[in-house]
């Protein structure tokens, strides 16, 4: 098995810097799963969470019989939020949750996609959820040997809940319309839902 993750973590640090801190989390039956914080500028920049180990494996097909060790999907997960308005800190755990997921639970994350952790993603957050956005703005794919698939950077866009039911509803290109058309800053941890009706 080729281990791509040394390649994906200088993919990452070449598009976001050096991490200032990281965290390793381990659930029942997986392979381990780090959270790399990358901090931008002073207290009014960006801090950025990235997922790293999510890609180790391939994401299968949940309706496929057997899963394929090589061939499909790779991906992780990378947050940004304002620095200093909230203790996001607190996401490393529910970020691993995530990235865990396709191996737990067998799904492949991909845009357009909601992920739901059931709780505040940091302490007093008004988001329980992320819409999964498309790839290759912030860090680009990282090609890699066929017959592996690339890796994907999927930026992950908190939703409260009423944004969520509404998602259901009405899809992921909707929401990001009306949040496009109410100039809604995805980045503030203390945001607000966008108007629905």
Known sequence: ???????????????????????????????????LRFQEG?????????????????????????????????????LSVRAGIADTDKVLRPLAVLAASPQVEGVVVAPGASLDVGEPLW???PFTSVLVAEPGGLVENLEL?????????LPLLPM???EAA????????????RW??????????????????
Request: glycine share 6%.
């Open 1 to 35: 098995m080729v281990d791509v993750l040394p390649s994906v973590e200088a993919r990452l640090r070449s598009a976001l810097g050096e991490p200032d801190a990281r965290a390793a989390v381990t659930f029942l039956g997986t392979d381990r799963v780090e959270v």
């Open 42 to 78: 002073d207290r009014a920049g960006y801090v950025r969470y990235a997922t790293l180990g999510m890609s180790a494996h391939p994401m299968a097909d949940p309706t496929a019989l057997v899963a394929d060790p090589v061939a499909g999907p790779r991906a992780e997960l990378i």
């Open 123 to 125: 302490p007093g957050a």
């Open 145 to 153: 040997d066929a017959p592996l698939d690339p890796v994907h950077f």
């Open 160 to 162: 409260t809940p009423n």
């Open 166 to 177: 509404w998602k259901r509803v009405h899809g992921a290109e909707a929401l990001q319309e």
């Open 180 to 197: 496009l058309a109410h100039g809604t800053d995805l980045r503030d941890p203390a945001r607000t839902s966008v108007p629905l009706d």
